[in-house]
């Protein structure tokens, strides 16, 4: 709160009797003579003083007022449209002038006599005037800065700081003040915007030379396509990189960009993401771009890509990834049969469950699987048928989420120990060697074999063990065993897919074990890298002064003792802090916008010039109004119900269209 000290005139100083030698008589530039009485400069009042609240500001100006000699009391109160109060002036009790009353009575009515009354008010000038600061305090700023980080709006940043302090009245501030502030910092962002998501970039680059990014920009210098992966990414590429998808139906922030992530299936079966590409557009050229940005950086192709059925994709991939499988996405082919098929035949159980039963069956051969579709095809007569920094926040935030699952994950897998179901020392070892969820897979397996499992028949010829196995749904599949090198093969293909004393080392998939990514330190282009390693030391100083806070007060709670002194102690710190200066060390002021826009985006310096523009709005397939297909508007037809007209209980008219009335 701010306050501001007035003056005495001659009269007054007169009337306490405070001696010539006990003020400083200033003179302002209109002639006026202002004395200032001396004091203690701890108790004396400035321009700027800042405190909690307002009755502390008000107890501190009577402690003022009664040691130099003069009373105060509080005056003018204004309210802000919220009823919160964000003005009081204090005043001198000898302010002002008594209001001089003349009684007039009228000619009928006698002339009531009052008692005369002296006076104290002398016209005294000495007033201070408190202000509610509006704008939200470092901590606020940083609480509103941390939750835009976390993708919570400003409404349930203020119930969630309420919380923390307990009632409304102890946050020091309103809910519009926290929809202010973040519409100013987003305001401050968007100004220059894609100059500062690229500045931040480059600034990561800096702290990890493994972090890589590429861009581009059009004619007009906007910023038309963005690649981007850090150390982690490229890692994890490295090791679960073989098949790769990537879709590009997503739409991002104000400018419609497509957002593009490559993904995989990690050792623990969950997604694993290896970075994030933004385009303007979905052409080829822009494909290319990505694809070949994508190879320069991670530094190979992967073996196998899913992805769905674009065109342009597809003549991309054959481009750029020649050596690379592509297969499309069971899912978006899926979601199509409805469609492809008409809704008669995609409301038959028969045929859903035949189709899944082809479809989802890992153990066939591409002969068998072609064998059983043209059966279906035949069967059925089916044939062919005609904000970008803030979007970098929470791209990060979903990712350190995604990498904290992975990383408990691995934690579990050293702590726990999933229950045996056979004394078979080759699942002692799968144990040993297989994170928890792909074990289960493979015991899943072996119980299988043990249980369900027998041989039919079994032939030696040329130094090669033939078996014949029939599983528990009566389908027969055939082991090979060559004796020179004890090389096995089986027709279902299961055991080359999810990776007897123990498992030998040719049948182990290294990405499917524990210490797939258990390393912290890892070789990338040649380049040794420690991926723990070069960080922000002021986020992560102010991460960890967080945590400390917190825990202290949790280990306080309810000891008034520990609560009191806890409070003191910060409050003193505070204190010094305010009175020390208000510079972090790089010439910005603490609390300011620029200073939470370092912590929010990192710090970095945007000059006054701006190399890269924002982007256009995009305009690609899906954006806008889309247009719906045969399918959609039937059932949302479906979904729409007619209104029931009440005399005659039926649908499809009211009272003017029923057939009686007209």
Same mark, same amino acid.
């Given at each position: 709160?701010?306050?501001?000290?007035?003056?005495?005139?001659?009269?007054?100083?007169?009337?306490?009797?405070?001696?010539?030698?006990?003020?400083?008589?200033?003179?302002?530039?209109?002639?006026?003579?202002?004395?200032?009485?001396?004091?203690?400069?701890?108790?004396?009042?400035?321009?700027?003083?800042?405190?909690?609240?307002?009755?502390?500001?008000?107890?501190?100006?009577?402690?003022?007022?009664?040691?130099?000699?003069?009373?105060?009391?509080?005056?003018?109160?204004?309210?802000?449209?919220?009823?919160?109060?964000?003005?009081?002036?204090?005043?001198?009790?000898?302010?002002?002038?008594?209001?001089?009353?003349?009684?007039?009575?009228?000619?009928?009515?006698?002339?009531?006599?009052?008692?005369?009354?002296?006076?104290?008010?002398?016209?005294?000038?000495?007033?201070?005037?408190?202000?509610?600061?509006?704008?939200?305090?470092?901590?606020?700023?940083?609480?509103?800065?941390?939750?835009?980080?976390?993708?919570?709006?400003?409404?349930?940043?203020?119930?969630?700081?309420?919380?923390?302090?307990?009632?409304?009245?102890?946050?020091?501030?309103?809910?519009?003040?926290?929809?202010? /502030?973040?519409?100013?910092?987003?305001?401050?962002?968007?100004?220059?915007?894609?100059?500062?998501?690229?500045?931040?970039?480059?600034?990561?680059?800096?702290?990890?030379?493994?972090?890589?990014?590429?861009?581009?920009?059009?004619?007009?210098?906007?910023?038309?396509?963005?690649?981007?992966?850090?150390?982690?990414?490229?890692?994890?590429?490295?090791?679960?990189?073989?098949?790769?998808?990537?879709?590009?139906?997503?739409?991002?922030?104000?400018?419609?960009?497509?957002?593009?992530?490559?993904?995989?299936?990690?050792?623990?079966?969950?997604?694993?993401?290896?970075?994030?590409?933004?385009l303007t557009k979905e052409d080829i050229d822009l494909y290319v771009w990505l694809l070949e940005s994508f190879k320069k950086i991670m530094g190979h192709d992967p073996i196998c890509v899913v992805t769905d059925q674009d065109p342009a994709v597809k003549v991309v991939l054959a481009q750029v990834f020649g050596a690379s499988k592509h297969r499309f996405c069971m899912w978006h082919i899926m979601c199509k049969v409805g469609e492809k098929v008409g809704p008669v035949l995609s409301k038959d159980e028969v045929f859903r469950t035949e189709l899944n039963g082809i479809v989802w069956d890992n153990s066939l051969d591409?002969?068998?699987?072609?064998?059983?579709?043209?059966?279906?095809?035949?069967?059925?007569?089916?044939?062919?048928?005609?904000?970008?920094?803030? /979007?970098?926040?929470?791209?990060?935030?979903?990712?350190?989420?995604?990498?904290?699952?992975?990383?408990?994950?691995?934690?579990?897998?050293?702590?726990?120990?999933?229950?045996?179901?056979?004394?078979?020392?080759?699942?002692?070892?799968?144990?040993?060697?297989?994170?928890?969820?792909?074990?289960?897979?493979?015991?899943?397996?072996?119980?299988?074999?043990?249980?369900?499992?027998?041989?039919?028949?079994?032939?030696?010829?040329?130094?090669?063990?033939?078996?014949?196995?029939?599983?528990?749904?009566?389908?027969?599949?055939?082991?090979?065993?060559?004796?020179?090198?004890?090389?096995?093969?089986?027709?279902?293909?299961?055991?080359?897919?999810?990776?007897?004393?123990?498992?030998?080392?040719?049948?182990?998939?290294?990405?499917?074990?524990?210490?797939?990514?258990?390393?912290?330190?890892?070789?990338?282009?040649?380049?040794?890298?420690?991926?723990?390693?070069?960080?922000?030391?002021?986020?992560?100083?102010?991460?960890?002064?967080?945590?400390?806070?917190?825990?202290?007060?949790?280990?306080?709670?309810?000891?008034?003792?520990?609560?009191?002194?806890?409070?003191?102690?910060?409050?003193?710190?505070?204190?010094?802090?305010?009175?020390?200066?208000?510079?972090?060390?790089?010439?910005?002021?603490?609390?300011?916008?620029?200073?939470?826009?370092?912590?929010?985006?990192?710090?970095?310096?945007?000059?006054?010039?701006?190399?890269?523009?924002?982007?256009?709005?995009?305009?690609?397939?899906?954006?806008?109004?889309?247009?719906?297909?045969?399918?959609?508007?039937?059932?949302?037809?479906?979904?729409?119900?007619?209104?029931?007209?009440?005399?005659?209980?039926?649908?499809?008219?009211?009272?003017?269209?029923?057939?009686?009335?007209?």
């Amino acid at each position: 709160m701010g306050s501001a000290s007035g003056g005495c005139d001659e009269g007054y100083s007169t009337d306490i009797g405070v001696e010539d030698s006990a003020c400083d008589m200033e003179i302002s530039a209109g002639m006026t003579k202002y004395w200032r009485p001396n004091c203690d400069e701890s108790l004396k009042p400035h321009v700027g003083q800042q405190f909690v609240s307002l009755d502390s500001a008000f107890g501190f100006y009577k402690q003022y007022a009664s040691s130099v000699g003069f009373d105060c009391r509080q005056s003018t109160t204004r309210k802000g449209r919220d009823g919160v109060v964000v003005l009081k002036q204090v005043v001198c009790s000898r302010e002002g002038f008594k209001q001089s009353s003349s009684s007039t009575s009228s000619t009928t009515q006698s002339t009531v006599v009052k008692r005369r009354r002296v006076t104290n008010r002398v016209g005294c000038k000495a007033k201070v005037v408190f202000k509610v600061n509006r704008n939200l305090d470092a901590d606020h700023q940083l609480f509103v800065a941390s939750c835009v980080r976390a993708n919570i709006g400003p409404t349930r940043s203020y119930r969630l700081f309420k919380e923390i302090v307990g009632e409304y009245s102890n946050v020091g501030a309103t809910r519009v003040d926290f929809k202010n /502030f973040k519409r100013d910092l987003m305001a401050y962002i968007l100004n220059g915007d894609a100059q500062l998501f690229i500045d931040t970039l480059f600034k990561r680059r800096e702290l990890c030379e493994a972090f890589g990014f590429e861009y581009d920009i059009d004619e007009d210098d906007q910023l038309s396509r963005v690649f981007l992966a850090d150390a982690v990414s490229k890692k994890n590429f490295s090791l679960f990189g073989d098949v790769v998808s990537f879709d590009a139906t997503y739409r991002t922030n104000r400018y419609n960009l497509v957002f593009v992530p490559f993904t995989s299936i990690g050792n623990h079966t969950r997604c694993i993401t290896f970075g994030a590409r933004l385009l303007t557009k979905e052409d080829i050229d822009l494909y290319v771009w990505l694809l070949e940005s994508f190879k320069k950086i991670m530094g190979h192709d992967p073996i196998c890509v899913v992805t769905d059925q674009d065109p342009a994709v597809k003549v991309v991939l054959a481009q750029v990834f020649g050596a690379s499988k592509h297969r499309f996405c069971m899912w978006h082919i899926m979601c199509k049969v409805g469609e492809k098929v008409g809704p008669v035949l995609s409301k038959d159980e028969v045929f859903r469950t035949e189709l899944n039963g082809i479809v989802w069956d890992n153990s066939l051969d591409p002969n068998a699987f072609e064998l059983r579709w043209n059966h279906i095809m035949e069967k059925y007569g089916l044939g062919d048928n005609g904000c970008l920094v803030e /979007f970098l926040v929470h791209y990060d935030s979903a990712i350190g989420a995604q990498r904290h699952a992975q990383a408990k994950l691995n934690v579990d897998c050293e702590a726990c120990f999933p229950v045996l179901k056979t004394p078979l020392a080759l699942e002692r070892h799968a144990m040993a060697v297989y994170t928890i969820s792909i074990f289960y897979d493979v015991q899943d397996e072996i119980c299988s074999a043990c249980f369900s499992c027998q041989v039919v028949s079994l032939t030696d010829f040329n130094g090669c063990v033939s078996y014949v196995i029939k599983d528990g749904d009566h389908r027969t599949w055939r082991v090979e065993l060559a004796l020179n090198d004890y090389c096995a093969s089986c027709s279902c293909k299961m055991f080359e897919h999810r990776g007897l004393e123990s498992i030998p080392s040719r049948y182990l998939v290294h990405r499917w074990a524990k210490g797939a990514c258990l390393h912290p330190i890892f070789h990338i282009d040649g380049t040794l890298v420690d991926q723990s390693a070069k960080v922000e030391n002021v986020r992560v100083l102010t991460n960890l002064m967080w945590s400390d806070i917190y825990a202290c007060v949790g280990l306080a709670d309810g000891n008034i003792d520990r609560l009191s002194q806890l409070q003191r102690v910060i409050n003193e710190q505070r204190q010094i802090f305010l009175q020390d200066g208000s510079e972090n060390g790089n010439g910005v002021a603490v609390g300011s916008k620029r200073s939470v826009i370092n912590s929010f985006c990192g710090d970095v310096s945007v000059g006054s010039t701006v190399d890269v523009h924002d982007p256009v709005q995009a305009k690609n397939k899906g954006s806008g109004k889309r247009l719906k297909s045969a399918r959609e508007r039937a059932a949302s037809k479906c979904a729409k119900q007619s209104r029931r007209y009440h005399t005659c209980d039926e649908y499809g008219h009211n009272s003017r269209t029923y057939p009686l009335n007209t």
